[in-house]
């Protein structure tokens, strides 16, 4: 009888170590800060394991109050063994409006980007002056000479006008700026000066609105950056305007192909300007005249996100903003991953007969769980077309204010 007495502690202690061990592992997924709400009495995390943190109740209750609304807690398994330490952070409740209507993004870049580097076929044969002088894909050229370079044209009429002397190039690369000395050649086919490379100063397309915040007149919208179709970097924005879209067809994604909703700009007046073009979304400002306050609603902290159901917002057809349903299947807390804290699936019908589940132009359709704005979709997976990722409505809030505050 003892043995068996010993064989279960043993079993029990194996067990339970082995569960220990598994939630500390699933603790490294979790922030290393929270905020949370006044009125908050527990935090819970969307976790394979009961993991939870205990509210600072002197806090709550109006007793010894921590500096900077901010205190010092532990993620605990069962309530009882700590597996991680928390930052949490008291704030105010945010509401915003949540979008879900299309609109058209025009862009213009701060100089211009090389998207390719062709060779000059000379008298004397194949030469490439820019990349003689260092210049690469995805490099941006601000000056050439004295003289700003903000056009496609105005750099073609500062080459033309060189004389085949050598000119001070500005490039910025990254973060890092720097000058080459890039010769022009002459292109034996049409006589002209060339420098070997093919730039683009603006693009346009078109997205969904993610959150408008009435009070200070601003939104943000898509949920991930504009990159440049050829080079793949983020656009370095001069400035940008936003207009609104009508759209005139869906094209279904299938397995491997996405999908894409086609639309027109609708009007010559835009609605909006753009502020910055971030890895998060693009952020600006915008009228009053165009949010609808009746709609405000509640920002979801990160850990109020939950495995479940869910609805999207989005315009797919007759230019009607609708909701639809989804599911949340996966959260990831952490910060190295901006884009892709969630993982949903579209679940409804109606919006699967349409577009076959996430497609282009939905990027920024806002996720609602629990009357909150949870999130907002970034990507759909290419090889399966009803799902996709989203990032935390909270992450893009918290770049909306930062943006406020130092235009501020």
Known sequence: MKKIVHICSFICFVLSTLILTMACAESFNLPMEVKITENCKKIEFSSKFPLTTDINMDYIEGGTKPTNKTYDAKVKLLNIFPVKNLNVKIVDEKFVIPGGDLFGIKIFTEGVVVVGTPGVQTNGGLVNPAIEAGILLGDVITKIGSEKVDSNESIARLIEESDGDLLTVVVKRNEMVFTVELRPAISKNDNRKRAGMQVRDSSAGIGTLSLLDSENNRFCGLGHGICDVDVKKLLTLAHGEVTKVCVNDVKRGEKGSPGELRGRFDGQDAIGTLDCNSETGVYGRMDKKNMDESKKM???????????????????????????????????????????????????????????????????????????????????????????????????????????????
């Open 298 to 408: 509640p920002v979801a902290m990160k850990q109020q996100v939950k495995i479940g159901k869910a609805k999207i917002l989005c315009t797919v057809t007759d230019n009607k903003q609708e909701s639809f349903d989804m599911e949340i299947v996966e959260v990831n807390y952490k910060a190295d991953s901006p884009r892709k804290n969630i993982i949903v699936r579209i679940t409804d019908p109606k919006l699967l007969e349409k577009t076959g589940g996430i497609v282009q132009g939905m990027s920024g359709s806002p996720i609602i769980q629990d009357n909150k704005i949870a999130g907002v979709v970034t990507h759909v997976l290419v090889n399966d077309p009803t799902m996709g990722y989203a990032i935390f409505a909270e992450n893009m809030l918290t770049q909306l204010e930062e943006f406020q505050d130092y235009d501020n």
